[in-house]
């Protein structure tokens, strides 16, 4: 049986077609334009296949409220004229299929849990570190949406004593997270890309303890059993077992579980296992569970 995947961002659409468990058979991609010229060149592609189902990962932020009448909507994008725009009721009306949509890192989260690093544990926290920092949370084997969806990208920090740029670049907060230590907030800081700088650089000892905060704050709140960091930055490898030193020296020993030992925490805080296809694999399992629950 065939499903869809469409990873919806905001520069490019990459559609495909795969099954249940992840596998993906065909694929296309498209620059993403205007609404109506992008979803025809989506449905004119995935539309050739008898798809039973399409998932969609998608950039946002979005209304994942199912009681909504935006429900499946895009809400306020920089692309203005995707704002508002109703990404799921168009895709389900002009295929003719169930389809289920999820924030594209939320699908990449669901990925990790059931085919990835996460596989056979209820639990499991998925950050993206790139162009934005973004997460998703897994608890009970579900992801967790609660009032909208979690914002972790945006949690604030404690600023580092040596930090030249401690308010950050978030047009939204002083000394969050994204603002500290996404991709722009390194070249910022330093004027320089990160992926020029070699790993004795000291903005990777800066990198390394915010995002050794976020994962103390995620231990401490959501407590999940495994924490998987992925995206652009996170290719900088070096950066694992400066972030896990560091996570057990700000824990302190209070957290009660072997898991974030000095001794076994390189197994708890580790890169995707299912790499760059995280996404894609994402959108083939929301499409699959689309087919059980969406009542089409
Ligand atoms: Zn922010």
């Given at each position: ?23 993906v ?8 334009q205007s ?18 189902a399409?998932g969609?990962?998608?950039f ?14 895009i ?34 989260a669901l ?22 920092i ?12 609660g ?12 600023p ?5 740029m ?10 969050c ?23 004795d ?16 704050n995620?231990i ?13 930055v ?5 950066l ?17 579980s072997?898991?974030v ?17 995280a ?13 059980g629950?969406?009542?089409f």
């Open positions: 049986m065939l499903i869809g995947a469409l990873e919806a961002g905001g520069s490019k659409m990459v559609c495909s077609i795969g099954d249940s468990q992840g596998n058979l065909q694929r296309a991609s498209f620059p993403t609404p109506g010229e992008t979803v025809a060149q989506i449905v004119d592609f995935i539309g050739r296949f008898g798809v039973k399409l969609i990962g998608s946002g932020p979005l209304d994942l409220r199912p009681s909504s009448p935006t429900y499946g909507c809400m306020r994008s920089p692309k203005s004229e995707w704002s508002g725009f109703p990404l799921l009721r168009e895709l389900r009306t002009a295929l003719n299929v169930p389809c289920a949509i999820d924030t594209d890192v939320n699908a990449a990925a990790e849990s059931v085919l990835g690093a996460g596989k056979g544990l209820n639990s499991l926290v998925y950050v993206t570190v790139g162009t934005g973004g997460g998703g949370i897994i608890l009970g084997g579900k992801l967790v949406h009032m909208v969806h979690p914002e972790l990208g945006h949690m604030l920090m404690r580092a004593r040596n930090d030249s401690p308010d950050g670049v978030c047009p939204f907060h002083r000394g997270l994204e603002g500290l230590a996404s991709g722009p907030a390194i070249e910022k800081r330093w004027g320089l890309s990160s992926r020029l700088m070699m790993p650089h000291p903005a990777w000892e800066l990198e390394a303890e915010y995002l050794a905060q976020m994962c103390v995620i401490l709140t959501v407590s999940p059993e495994i924490i998987v960091l992925g995206g652009g996170m290719q900088q490898a070096h694992f077992p400066r972030i896990r030193q560091r996570v057990v020296n700000l824990l302190g020993g209070y957290v009660a072997e898991r030992s000095p001794e076994r925490i390189s197994g708890y805080i580790v890169p995707p296992a299912l790499g760059v296809n996404g894609v694999a994402g959108a083939l399992l929301l499409g699959a569970q689309a087919l629950q969406d009542d």
